[in-house]
């Protein structure tokens, strides 16, 4: 047998004897997890399920890596798994690694649901426009279809866009061998752009003048003893010190500005030349700056977060590999799910219907709640209950990296109270010819005045926004646009959705019978991939115990 390049055991052991012994012990998952690490898997169930314009990942990178979950023991049985999104692959993906024999049904014509990445040759086709906030699209209409255009290498993430570094999506990304790079969540040289501003101005000189002029009067309050009552005398030291760091303010107690500001023109050989003064703090506080500086400052942000190089869908690609592309049948659509005293039955659009021991249900609860069956009217009403919100994003490919060579702004965000909300600049591909500006991301009432638009009206909306912000050059060298809108989505119809109540909550996480359900909506941490994968964790989980016990 020729040499593979692995060390071979002292003792002589085989690949076929290591590989027998590992099934004798773990089962089919567990032997066929180590074939793919040997390179013995078979081609066709580990060649990648097409996520448009996905390349595999470098031979560096060899998937699975060591997990820190796993699923033991028991005898496994048939699953059918509703939608491969993020949650449906992870449940696949787990159940497999156990031996569970899966079946995933997928009514779109790609893997990923809401982990959307769009390149050149994609297309993106979206429902009719709602006829009002709130209302459901026409089943089986279809509006505009935009063709993408964007150059070799190009890449747009409208989804999912970023990871927290304390997020189970990053352990994923570690053991299915997915590569990492720094998302620039902040950037103090990003702009911020208010309605009480008369122009917009970089985000560290609105941080400077808010901490300068907060410093200011806590530290005069301070000094004229309003605070007696609550600091001891020690406390009101510790106090006009930290604010005195804090704020730039100086022994005076007044905030004057200073170099933190910025500079127009930058230090160098000569010492630059500062912004100047601030504005009066009543022009200060008049701008609305407190959602502006803080939107880094949930335990779901940070910085840095991070993204999966070359796009998101590295992820849902990555787990698709590794259920295998025999498993998963695209362009199927659910039309019925019914419980059996045998087992579960799924009906599918144009097909036979398919039987398995259990089911998995990771589709959005608003459509789940559409689907015939005999899940429960306590079910489908739980199902239901959760209202689908509104988030709209546009990526803007240009010839020239503008915000880098004028502005020299390298990733990070501009925030602003227009319609547009955030404007992004891409955290890769720094200096080279082309990039790819996320020209809106908006939600709620700001993304719905979007989705109604075609995409042309869209884009120059847009336009007209950002040229606020950057001026003539945000219109200008413009070589492609492609928006989303998520309430738009045909098989999704939301970006994610919001619990009026935590009672439909609750009944969701126990089976329907033999039907388990999976997202994120059944997490506290709805529109986070994290939400899905902790989701499809706690499902498999309930479901192989009860597998278990059962058999």
Same mark, same amino acid.
């Given at each position: ?44 169930? @580990? ?23 796993? /699923? $033991?023991?028991? @005898? ?34 790609? %893997? ?32 505009? @279809? ?19 570094? #304390? ?126 500086? @803080? ?37 199927? $659509? ?19 219907? /398919? $039987? ?112 606020? %912000? ?28 919001? #619990? ?52």
């Amino acid at each position: 047998m020729a040499n593979d390049g692995l060390p071979r055991p002292d003792n002589g052991l085989t690949r076929r004897s290591l590989l027998v012994g590992i099934g004798a012990a773990g089962g089919a998952g567990a032997m066929y997890a180590a074939m793919g690490v040997l390179g013995l898997a078979p081609s066709k169930d @580990t060649a990648p399920v097409r996520a448009v314009g996905v390349t595999p990942p470098p031979a560096q990178y060899v998937p699975p890596q060591r997990s820190d979950f796993s /699923l $033991r023991g028991g @005898t496994p049985a048939t699953v059918v798994v509703l939608g491969a999104g993020v949650a449906g692959l992870a449940s696949a993906y787990e159940l497999g690694k156990a031996g569970y024999d899966c079946t995933v049904l997928e009514a779109r014509d790609r %893997v990923g649901g809401r982990s959307l990445t769009l390149r050149g040759g994609d297309a993106v086709t979206e429902l009719p426009a709602l006829a009002a906030a709130g209302t459901t699209p026409a089943p089986g209409g279809t509006g505009e @279809t935009q063709r993408v255009s964007f150059g070799e290498g190009t890449y747009f993430n409208a989804g999912p866009a970023r990871i927290a570094q #304390w997020m189970v999506t990053l352990d994923y990304c570690r053991e299915l061998g997915v590569p990492l790079e720094v998302f620039v969540n902040n950037n103090a040289s990003a702009y911020v752009l208010t309605a009480g501003m008369s122009a917009p101005v970089r985000a560290r000189t609105a941080r400077a003048d808010a901490y300068g002029y907060i410093s200011e009067l806590l530290a005069k309050a301070t000094d004229e003893g309003a605070l007696d009552a609550h600091l001891s005398h020690a406390d009101k030291e510790s106090l006009l010190d930290f604010l005195t760091q804090f704020g730039e303010i100086g022994p005076s107690r007044a905030y004057t500005g200073g170099e933190r500001r910025g500079y127009r023109v930058n230090p160098g050989v000569a010492p630059g030349t500062e912004l100047g003064a601030p504005p009066p703090l009543t022009e200060v506080l008049s701008q609305g700056l407190g959602r502006m500086l @803080t939107m880094d400052a949930g335990y779901d942000q940070a910085m840095p977060m991070f993204q999966p190089v070359g796009g998101m869908d590295a992820i849902v690609s990555a787990l698709a590999r590794q259920v295998g592309a025999g498993r998963i049948r695209t362009g199927t $659509r659910v039309t019925g799910i019914t419980n059996r005293p045998e087992g579960v039955e799924v009906a599918i659009e144009g097909g036979a219907p /398919l $039987r398995a021991d259990y089911c998995v249900a990771a589709l959005p609860p608003h459509l789940l709640a559409r689907i015939p069956g005999n899940l429960g009217a306590d079910v489908k009403a739980a199902l239901a209950a959760p209202v689908p919100l509104s988030a709209g994003k546009l990526g803007l490919e240009y010839g020239r990296r503008w915000w880098e060579l004028e502005d020299r702004v390298y990733g990070g965000a501009t925030e602003t109270d227009l319609d547009v909300g955030h404007i992004w600049y891409p955290s890769h591909g720094f200096h080279s010819e082309r990039g790819l500006v996320v020209g809106y991301y908006n939600m709620g009432q700001d993304a719905e005045s979007y989705n109604a638009l075609p995409h042309r009206e869209r884009l120059r909306r847009a336009l007209a926004q950002g040229h606020k %912000v950057h001026g003539e050059k945000y219109g200008a060298d413009l070589l492609a646009s492609v928006s989303v809108a998520w309430r738009r989505q045909p098989h999704i119809e939301g970006a994610w959705v919001r #619990w009026p109540s935590l009672g439909g909550f609750t009944v969701l996480q126990r089976p329907a019978g033999r039907v388990y359900f999976a997202g994120d909506w059944l997490t506290h941490l709805i529109a986070w991939q994290a939400g899905a994968f902790e989701s499809a964790r706690k499902v498999v989980t309930d479901l192989h115990h009860r597998v278990m016990k059962e058999g």
